[in-house]
């Protein structure tokens, strides 16, 4: 791997004095361009110079920057009578060429400079266009600033395949939806709108199946707690989310059981919308969110609205299988192909491309049981009312009184609250249930929905 080359490139020649034969601070930052321009960026959002290494731009952390200017400042003055190198000399000059080389044309960008291509990838090999899959030279004008752990190489990964074969009991369906959902996640887009939760008992490879894809992805990747996607009484710090911006990969893991989605939450992370976050103690600054989130877990947190939306958003990975002796270096040994691993990441991202993403039966069974779980409302629907789509004169209709009163029982008896009148109305609205009043006290109702007669014999 290539390694940053932060070396000074500064000559130690006779520099040819300028025209008026006074060195300025301005008139040496216009020298300093000259010589190390094309290898350096401020970046005025975050304060910070960058340096190009050959693959790719470096924060510059270690002060590298001031000592070139520090370095020619030392070489123009060797022109200078003992006056002019007293002047030069001084750490405020060169202070001075830095600051005034961040304003250059040349060197100054903002936050929107790096790694505005969403489809480009960095790796220690050079730069993958995902668009095509090929691998070529990186170019300092793509302004790519991440890398991942490995270049992509043709070797292949037979231990992987097999790991994969063993954890989805063969499931070549989900293997490939796997493959695609990995080679989106290197991807900067989110026009799929979801996440996967992949659950299943400890032991079965969830944990290193995430392990080694995070691994492979580097810096494109970052691990959150998860009470940022969870529901809590206190509202998160929104250094949290601060922290998930430019990743393209975000993991969590660890579910408790009890815990619920911040639902709220979740929809702006995956929507595709504009989200405002701040670290410690500094300003509010807004991002579009990059990532692509993956949870696993032991436990399937509760989602308490199932609607359209949660319904496109999430998918169900079962990873249900243990194998009969575990390996305890298998992280180790699926590194190893790690290489090959990415070329089969890269390679199902042209596949997304090409057909979308294909969800098997087994992600579609597990997502709709675990909907059908977590849709009480749908439970007390299916339980304790007949429903009937029928806008003939003879619909069928009951009063709002009865079915909130009827629905408020069954929630409490499975330990949830009901929620206010007002909600319960909207919540049948949403299930297609027109308001509905007849002349007189107490009519209003809710029309092609009554409880059954057995539910009232019992109310009775």
């Known amino acids: 791997m290539m390694r940053p080359d932060f070396s000074s490139n500064v000559e130690f020649e006779t520099l040819h004095p300028f025209s008026n034969d006074v060195v300025t601070e301005d008139s040496a930052a216009l020298r300093f361009v000259e010589q190390h321009g094309a290898d350096l960026r401020y970046c005025h959002s975050s304060g910070s110079w960058f340096v190009w290494n050959g693959l790719r731009w470096q924060r510059d952390l270690t002060g590298a920057v001031f000592e070139k200017a520090r370095l020619l400042a030392r070489a123009l003055g060797e022109d200078q009578d003992a006056r002019g190198r007293k002047t030069i000399g001084k750490t405020s000059f060169a202070g001075g060429i830095e600051r005034f080389a961040r304003n250059d044309r040349v060197t100054a960008v903002s936050a929107d400079y790096w790694d505005r291509d969403l489809w480009l990838l960095g790796t220690p090999g050079g730069t993958v266009d995902l668009r095509t899959g090929v691998l070529r030279n990186p170019i300092r004008s793509d302004g790519i600033t991440k890398s991942t752990f490995c270049a992509p190489l043709e070797d292949g990964c037979p231990r992987w395949l097999r790991f994969l074969a063993e954890t989805t009991d063969k499931d070549q369906g989900l293997v490939r939806f796997l493959q695609q959902w990995c080679g989106y996640c290197l991807t900067g887009v989110t026009n799929q709108h979801a996440l996967v939760f992949v659950y299943g008992p400890g032991g079965n490879g969830k944990s290193v199946f995430l392990n080694v894809v995070t691994a492979i992805m580097a810096e494109y990747a970052t ?22 911006n430019g990743a393209r990969l975000v993991t969590a893991s660890e579910t408790e059981e009890g815990r619920a989605w911040a639902e709220a939450r979740i929809k702006a992370l995956t929507g595709g919308d ?77 596949d997304w491309q090409r057909a979308g ?76 249930f027109e308001p509905y009043r007849q002349p007189g006290p107490g009519t209003r109702g809710f029309r092609f929905v009554r409880l059954r007669l057995a539910m009232k014999e019992n109310d009775t």
């Open 357 to 432: 993403l294909i969800r098997p039966e087994s992600v579609k069974a597990a997502t709709e049981a675990y909907f059908s779980d977590q849709d009480l409302f749908g439970q007390w629907l299916e339980d304790c009312c007949e429903v009937r789509i029928d806008r003939g004169p003879h619909f069928i209709w009951d009063r709002s009184a009865d079915l909130f009163e009827s629905w408020s029982e069954y929630s409490h008896k499975a330990g949830e609250e009901p929620g206010s009148k007002k909600s319960f109305g909207q919540l049948m609205q949403r299930r297609g």
């Open 223 to 244: 691990t959150s707690a998860m009470d940022t996607f969870t529901a809590s009484q206190n509202d998160r710090h929104s250094t949290e989310l601060a922290m998930l």
């Open 274 to 350: 504009k989200i405002t976050a701040r670290f410690m103690r500094q300003d509010n600054f807004t991002f579009t969110p990059q990532f692509k989130l993956i949870v696993v877990g032991n436990h399937k947190p509760v989602l308490h609205n199932v609607d359209d939306a949660a319904r496109r958003r999430f998918n169900i990975v079962p990873f249900m299988l243990k194998p009969e002796q575990p390996d305890h270096e298998l992280e180790r040994k699926l590194m190893a192909e790690a290489g090959g691993i990415l070329r089969w990441m890269i390679d199902g991202c042209l």
